[in-house]
């Protein structure tokens, strides 16, 4: 079974703040994706990356960036949080066109 | 703007009924077509992906694929209460490497 794993299922933050989302997978899957979830807006691609230290924007990559250092692991970070980034963060691992989702982050910036 | 759109529902159908969920999207290119379920407070979970045109059952599910429509829908046989999620169609394109969402439909199967 493929397991994808985030740093936290909950967490609140200032605005302002830098804010590190992490995202582990355990089945050496080359492509990892980040995803915002909002009510009524459905899943919004936020970056993804194919491979080691690559990286691509997806529809909203504003006020984000990403990290992949190894290639188990996908890291988003907002630079400097705003309010309008609450939102449930999903992470998702792909084999063969088929992606598996982590559990989600839900992110409150106050 | 490629667009994948679904009713939003809420779609409520009796246990033993079957369910039926629609999608429709916008790029011919489209080449793959998956349907995920989301429980309330959970991730996306896959449960189907259909690549040609015509039906694929697995279990008490069935998806069906019209390219020239530009349409695919989803069955849900003997529908059961645990049934009861959102469910998300997705695209994937030929040339992108990336999904295109829906909005996701909300099904209540109810006792």
């Known amino acids: 079974d493929v397991k994808v794993t985030q740093s936290s299922r909950y967490l609140v933050k200032r605005t302002g703040e830098k804010v590190f989302l992490e995202c582990v997978q355990d089945?050496?899957?080359?492509?990892m994706f980040w995803y915002r979830q909002d009510p009524g807006l459905g899943l919004r691609l936020i970056y993804f990356?194919?491979?080691?230290?690559?990286?691509e924007k997806g529809d909203i990559p504003e006020g984000y960036s990403v990290s992949r250092e190894k290639k188990e692991r996908f890291s988003l970070i907002l630079e400097s949080a705003s309010t309008n980034q609450t939102s449930m963060y999903l992470c998702?691992?792909?084999?063969?066109?088929?992606?598996?989702f982590g559990p989600g982050t839900r992110l409150t910036v106050t | 703007q490629k667009e994948v759109e679904q009713n939003s529902g809420p779609l409520s159908v009796p246990e033993g009924a079957i369910a039926s969920l629609n999608c429709t999207y916008s790029?011919?290119?489209?080449?793959?077509f998956f349907w995920y379920r989301q429980y309330s407070g959970k991730s996306p979970e896959l449960i189907m992906f259909?690549?040609?045109?015509g039906d694929k059952e697995d279990g008490r599910f069935t998806a069906q694929l019209n390219k020239a429509s530009q349409y695919v829908s989803l069955l849900i046989r003997d529908s059961q209460p645990s049934d009861s999620a959102t469910y998300l169609c997705?695209?994937?394109?030929?040339?992108?490497?990336?999904?295109?969402f829906g909005s996701g439909t909300q099904l209540t199967v109810l006792p």
């Open positions: 998702a691992s792909e084999r063969t066109d088929e992606q598996y």
């Open positions: 089945m050496d899957h080359e492509n």
């Open positions: 990356s194919y491979d080691v230290k690559m990286k």
């Open positions: 790029d011919r290119g489209s080449q793959s």
């Open positions: 259909i690549y040609s045109n």
């Open positions: 997705a695209t994937l394109s030929g040339s992108a490497r990336q999904l295109t």
